[in-house]
């Protein structure tokens, strides 16, 4: 399992997305430049550029059509996915720490940092496709009455918003009629990732607290708990395999006095059912802040505290595994 590795960014990655189709894969940094690439060999397509803070997040509708990112410098920008062009801007009164197009691509969601006494919070765009002007008025503002989110998520058929918050508690609002459904405590660390399983009925999310737990949408209820010995940043789950991949590692800060292999900067495999480790895979040399894998399963994506991305595309006979229960 030789991965690809992209050298296209000089300072941390920050997220990694792959389309719909899993022929595309976006990447972003605190350097200010957003790139796209083919995942089967790591080719370069293009950059998106404009934002002049650090790049905190990126998306991309069902189509590969239109791409969004949200940055330091307060804004959220809109993208022609093709071409490179800049549509529409979005300004809000602080960072932009998580954006995501909704399942049918109609409206978009941005998690806000709290800062210089603005108030942190989930806002909710429309997106017109046919045109590139948009709408600088939020359909909804969700606002935390207690602990900032971190980040956030929609749910099975848009019906919810899930977001993950600074003291680690999950929310989970119903976003037309502006109301908190449910909350639970999740961990006791800072929520660090939050993805949905691909017919978001239920959710993975990783802390600081060196855990990463799998939650129900609906109820919240915690269903698996996957324990390591380092923080972690990121978790996702494979769509073909029982299998959630975590990453993470010592903090950035330490990093210089530490050995790749004490700072445990490995992506981490774990049964999804048996909650059990069953493999790593090392190389890189900070820890690892994002993972992303292939809406086929064929393969998976990493972006560490190094500035560098690996593509890893799965060996044959990993398809033709079976578990037997």
């Known amino acids: 399992m030789r991965p690809l590795l992209l050298q296209g960014h000089e300072r941390p990655l920050t997220q990694i997305k792959y389309n719909r189709d899993g022929d595309l894969l976006m990447t972003v940094s605190k350097d200010k430049v957003a790139n796209l690439w083919y995942s089967h060999n790591g080719e370069h397509i ?12 990126i998306d991309c509708n069902k189509t590969s059509t239109l791409v969004i990112t949200g940055a330091a410098d307060n804004t959220a ?22 954006v995501e197009f909704s399942n049918d691509d109609q409206y978009v969601l941005m998690v ?11 806002y ?4 017109d496709i046919s045109r590139p002007e948009q709408s600088n008025e939020p359909v909804v503002i969700l606002r935390a009455s207690g602990a900032k989110p971190t980040v956030a998520a929609w749910s099975f058929l848009d019906r919810f918003i899930v977001s993950g918050h600074e003291d680690g508690s999950l929310s989970l609002y119903d976003w037309r009629n ?3 459904v449910n909350t639970a405590k999740a ?4 929520i660090t990732d939050l993805q949905m399983w691909k017919d978001g009925t239920y959710f993975i999310t990783s802390s600081r607290d060196m855990t990463a737990r799998l939650f129900e949408t609906a109820t919240l209820n915690a269903l698996k708990e996957y324990k390591t010995d380092a923080p972690l940043n990121t978790a996702t789950m494979t769509p073909t395999q029982d299998l959630v991949i975590l990453g993470g590692g010592q903090a950035a800060s330490e990093v210089t006095t530490t050995s790749s292999r004490q700072g445990k900067f490995e992506s981490r495999f774990f049964h999804k059912i048996f909650e059990d480790e069953v493999g790593r895979s090392r190389g890189h040399f900070g820890p690892i802040n ?17 500035g560098l991305v690996r593509v890893h595309h799965f060996d044959p006979d990993y398809f033709k595994f079976k578990y037997d229960y």
């Open 124 to 127: 909710v765009f429309a997106i």
């Open 112 to 122: 806000t940092e709290e800062r210089m006494g603005h108030k942190s919070g989930i």
């Open 46 to 57: 293009g950059c998106y550029i404009g934002h002049l803070g650090a790049l905190w997040t």
């Open 178 to 180: 502006e109301e908190v």
């Open 77 to 98: 920008r809109l993208w022609h996915a093709e071409t490179g062009r800049m549509l529409h801007t979005w300004e809000l009164p602080t960072a932009v720490k998580r």
């Open 290 to 306: 994002t993972l992303a894998v292939q809406p086929d399963g064929k393969g998976f994506a990493s972006g560490g505290e190094d």
């Open 187 to 190: 961990h006791n660390g800072i």
